[in-house]
């Protein structure tokens, strides 16, 4: 086989002789609307609503933004695909999706952390609350994310493209992943896999271990109250964000506790479409359905009897 540093390749994750191409592609133009929608009108629910400009609800917020450009990355190449029977796609252009998946991957992580780390002020040190979940703060916290995701997405694209990889070559996946494009490698992969895997680790492990800690002393001081609707009350701010990070962690574990050069099994790729596409659109009707402010607001913007009463 020929090798080149700048190859064509053809995404087939889901366009390999599917039962029903049509259903399938109804189904997910159907999800990524329903996302778009949901997460745009969250959006402008917050930035309406005087009464949800709150740290809590700019976290929710700027996930909302992330969700909207995390779909975006891969769900109109996956359709077009699904539509065309055809995922031919250039290196570069593989290569610039998967920039952008990793940096709005890297962001939905780092965005659940931080607003761990607001319900822990919140609910453990509600007096000091204010103090510790400043408009400044916030905005760092955020904006550390950011730069912090861009450089890590950086470095996992350039490591990529300093190999060479087999021409003409079809992606058992549907969209560029960094595992699918290790195996198609002519090049020695070693080093790039345990960079690879050390990156993805810290930036995989470190949050998740941040939630953990933030929850354990959220249990601890909610056990502390001595009243049974302080102690629901105070949970019912947790729900929704704890709902989102077991979506979101769930089926990103199934698919990346492995070796990056694995291939990839149907239920990895399905597990693929839960955190890409599925979890992206459930968030904001997670957050929107538990949250009496968020209803109102929604109904106030839509004009609309509430259909939650």
């Not at 769900?75 to 796609?89: F, H, Q, Y």
């Not at 509600?126 to 510790?132: G, K, R």
């Not at 198609?184 to 993805?200: G, K, Q, R």
């Not at 601890?220 to 729900?239: D, N």
Request: with cysteine; aromatic share 10%.
């Amino acid at each position: 086989m020929n090798c080149s540093k700048n190859p064509d390749f053809v995404l087939s994750g889901l366009s390999s002789d599917p039962d029903k191409p049509q259903l399938l592609f109804g189904l997910l133009l159907a999800l990524y609307l329903l996302g778009l929608s949901g997460n745009s009108l969250l959006l402008l629910a917050i930035g309406a609503d005087l009464h949800l400009h709150t740290p809590m609800y700019f976290f929710l917020s700027q996930l909302s933004l992330v969700d909207l450009c995390f779909t975006t990355t891969t769900a109109p190449k996956m359709l077009e695909t699904l539509w065309t029977s055809n995922g031919s796609i250039s290196f570069s252009e593989c290569l610039t999706q998967l920039y952008f998946f990793a940096v709005f991957a890297d962001m939905d992580n780092l965005l659940l952390t931080a607003m761990a780390i607001d319900r822990y002020a919140a609910i453990c040190h509600p007096l000091h609350y204010p103090l510790l979940m400043t408009p400044c703060r916030c905005g760092l916290l955020v904006g550390g994310s950011w730069g912090v995701a861009h450089s890590i997405s950086l470095v996992h694209a350039l490591l990529l493209s300093q190999l060479s990889f087999y021409t003409n070559q079809e992606i058992p996946h549907f969209f560029c992943d960094f595992g699918p494009l290790l195996r198609f490698s002519c090049s020695d992969t070693h080093l790039n896999e345990e960079l690879v895997m050390v990156l993805t680790g810290l930036l995989g492990i470190s949050p998740l271990l941040c939630i953990i800690s933030s929850y354990a002393h959220i249990f601890l001081a909610v056990a502390r109250v001595p009243s049974a609707q302080g102690k629901k009350k105070a949970l019912a701010t947790c729900s929704s964000h704890l709902s989102m990070v077991i979506l979101f962690y769930s089926s990103v574990f199934a698919t990346y506790l492995k070796s990056p050069s694995a291939s990839h099994a149907s239920g990895e790729l399905g597990a693929a479409i839960m955190y890409t596409l599925v979890t992206p659109t459930l968030n904001p009707f997670i957050y929107s359905l538990r949250n009496k402010e968020v209803k109102r607001s929604l109904q106030r913007i839509l004009g609309i009897e509430s259909p939650w009463h």
